[in-house]
């Protein structure tokens, strides 16, 4: 798990944790105390599942990013490559040409 899943996961529950506590020893009737106690549950549930779908997200941007980087970039490569490829036969040629006995 990475630290910043266990840091997520930590204020989740102690958020959670906290506000059992705090129910607890709220003067509330034992149905009402579960009620909060569930409502406060389900609502902490869905902010850690809000916040793991926008770090989905964010993760599936950051690799696309990197995919279109790398594919540009090895175009850029081998652009470069033919180009001084073309430019090494040209000196060649011209070398060649110089050399020639003829």
Request: net charge positive.
């Amino acid at each position: 798990m990475k630290s910043t899943s266990k840091i997520l996961l930590g204020v989740v529950t102690a958020a959670a944790a906290g506000a059992v506590i705090g129910m607890l020893f709220a003067p509330d009737k034992g149905h009402e105390i579960r009620s909060k106690v569930k409502r406060t549950a389900n609502e902490l549930a869905d902010e850690l599942l809000n916040a793991i779908r926008r770090g989905k997200n964010q993760y599936q941007e950051a690799k696309d990013d990197i995919r279109n980087k790398a594919y540009e970039l090895k175009g850029k490569a081998q652009q470069k490559a033919e180009e001084l490829a073309d430019d090494a036969e040209e000196q060649y040629n011209t070398a060649k040409k110089k050399f020639q006995v003829g």
